[in-house]
């Protein structure tokens, strides 16, 4: 078996936001690259938001959060929430257990428990990994990805076998699953920023709670907590 894992990073140089990493895990790639294209392609085509800014860098740059138009991204979580083809898995961290680390550095930390993780599922043979450029990290993705796979092996069960991966570094117009990835990312960061409510008044809560059933898990790296599919109510 064959994963191809999305990466991307959030919150750096922001001190009221945590710093998150998140990754699109998905053994058909193609497919959901394929679907989101298709999407892209007929909402870019929607008239009603030709003038907007917002529209202007939805259809030159994809699926930002944010930087769509609301109707846009209320559209996009619906979507997500309903296909099947992939799972979410997030990071973060609000500063306290490396307060000496800068944002990138502690990227790297969130990343590479991240990473370690996921290499450790069973039966899967081949990672393709597709980080989004950051001029910061984009010369420490490959020694990352080494030291994970270290990680991964100190703690691995005995049957484990350690699998090849392959690193590239992508836009997000090569690659439209990386907003998958941000809207993850912005809705975490919404939720944990806001305290966690578990209020359906809260919208926060209430994007959360769409896409809940698409994360594998969520962790805390302060806390030392994990929210994960298996846990959660």
């Known amino acids: 078996m064959a994963f191809t894992l999305v990466l991307d990073e959030s919150g750096q140089q922001v001190s009221d936001r945590p710093v998150c990493v998140g990754a699109v895990t998905c053994t058909n790639y193609s497919a959901l690259e394929e679907r989101l294209r298709e999407l892209h392609a007929e909402w ?6 030709v003038g907007l800014q917002s529209f202007e860098h939805f259809v030159d740059g994809g699926f930002h959060n944010n930087q769509i138009p609301l109707e846009l991204q209320v559209r996009f979580i619906d979507l997500l929430e309903s296909t099947p083809q992939f799972r ?22 969130l990343y590479a ?61 090569d690659s439209l699953t990386l907003g998958v990835v941000d809207f993850a990312l912005k809705i975490v960061s919404d939720w944990v ?36 599919r298996h846990s959660r109510d």
Request: glycine share 2%; proline share 4%; charged share 30%.
């Open 44 to 49: 870019s085509q929607d008239e009603r938001f």
């Open 193 to 228: 920023v806001a305290g966690k409510p578990t209020n359906v008044k809260a919208a926060s809560y209430r994007n959360y709670s769409a896409l809940k059933r698409r994360f594998s898990i969520i962790e805390d790296l302060d806390m030392n907590e994990r929210i994960s």
């Open 88 to 109: 979410l898995s997030v990071s973060y961290s609000r500063r306290g257990t490396y307060p000496t680390l800068d944002d990138n550095q502690l990227c790297l930390v």
């Open 113 to 173: 428990r991240l990473l370690r993780d996921i290499f450790l599922r069973k039966g899967v043979r081949h990672f393709d990994l597709l980080f989004e450029t950051n001029e910061a990290l984009n010369p420490k993705f490959d020694r990352l990805v080494e030291d994970s796979l270290r990680f991964a092996a100190k703690r691995a069960p005995q049957n484990w076998t350690e699998p090849s991966v392959a690193v590239q570094v992508v836009t997000k117009q």
